[in-house]
């Protein structure tokens, strides 16, 4: 289905580019399909993003390029190593600093023209209608399903249109929600999943031009939206497999029991989307289960005194590559049909990088009559952090 | 009737980590039960409980959510794709 398009923003009265702006825009400018009318709509625009990462990254760029005259910018992150794979704002130099600094720098060294808003904050139900009453135009580039139907629910109440991407590994999928008639996300995804069914990070990861190029497809659709011009992703889920190098295409319908936008809607203020998803919060996640445990220093201690302990790797066979204890690789799936491999009468201690998925492993173990077993608090990462140093983390 | 069932990314570990798989089958209900049946792990994924498709998860056949068709009584066509699309998050710092 193509939407129907009613451009979002009046067509500007009174306002004019500069002699620059004219200079700077004229590969759009002498395009009939953006033009100056197009141009000065663009100049008009208030567009948000939340969120500055992978796919904020292309967005950020290329909206203040074109001239996106007020771009709205959520985030409360600092600048990490492993960002600069993919989150291509940052320079190296900015490991460290806050996001939105670095990423105000960078935007307002490519376009001195536009305005940028930083809300250094995370976005909640508390303040995300005050933020995104502001903008004509949402776009959502986070990482996690709380803030994602935050942002739907909050855009629905509001009637903003949201501009949806999301990735994962090499696959992606973007598609524009809560547009006038169009479906909402929940129309898509009623519910979460429950949060032990999420890939762990065993299946995490992601190639690094994927959010590059997701990003791209919502900067363009967010240009539509403000020209006005083309057939939108409204009613269309547009899926991508990087690997296959292709793009596949599903129908989108409003769902009329959408309890956000449905006939007999149910949600008409924002709720804890955090009790939503069934989690406490990103930065404490709830341990799975509850296993004995011995940290690192305890570990090297015993070790270091000769005591003969048989150490369980349950990561997967490229995580070993990167670092490992010398350990036995059972990766934590492959165990139940492995886990004749292990001497249940020897002093087990299980690892992975964390330590969620070898708490698993401990737990399925001792259910299996294993008893001399323990979980590395911490994984792999905290035995860097306590015992070893020049060990890789990733 | 011969279906092919797409697997997404994040559900193929646990189905063999195959891409996608052909079945014969009459129904998307039924290509689902012998995809689950070949993969016992990728049951508790797709089904709740209670043996209803899981809210996460959405199920194409061709470009149409069965929801809006005769959900897993849906009739397959010779060379018909199913899609298993369940929602994921990522985005800025998966």
Redesign the interface.
Known sequence: MAAKLEPLTSHPVGLKLSKEEILRYSRHLIMPEVGMEGQLKLKQAKVLLVGTGGLGAPLGLYLAAAGVGRLGLVDFDVVDFTNLQRQVTFATSDVGRPKLEAARERLAGLNPEIQIDTHETKLTSANALEILREYDIIVDGTDNFPTRYLVNDACVLLGKPNVYGSIFRFEGQATVFGYPDGPCYRCLYPEPPPPGLVPSCAEGGVLGVLPGIVGAIQAMETIKLILGRGDLLVGRLLLFDALAMRFRELKLRKNPACPACGDHRTITKLIDYEEFCGIRGEEAPAPAVQVPEITPRELKARLDRGEEIFILDVREPHEYQICNLRGHLIPLGELPRRAHELDSSREIVAHCRSGKRSAEAVEFLRKAGFRKIWNLKGGILAWADEVDPSLPKY | MAVKVII???LR?YAGKQ?SVEFDARTVGEALSRLTTRYEELR??LYTDEGRI???V?V?LN???I??LQKENTQIKDGDTI?I??????????
Request: hydrophobic share 15%; aromatic share 10%; proline share 14%.
């Open positions: 997404p990314t994040p570990p891409e508790k994924h899981r809210s996460f959405n194409y470009d149409q959510d929801r809006y899609s699309v369940p929602s994921i998050a990522g985005g800025t710092r998966s």
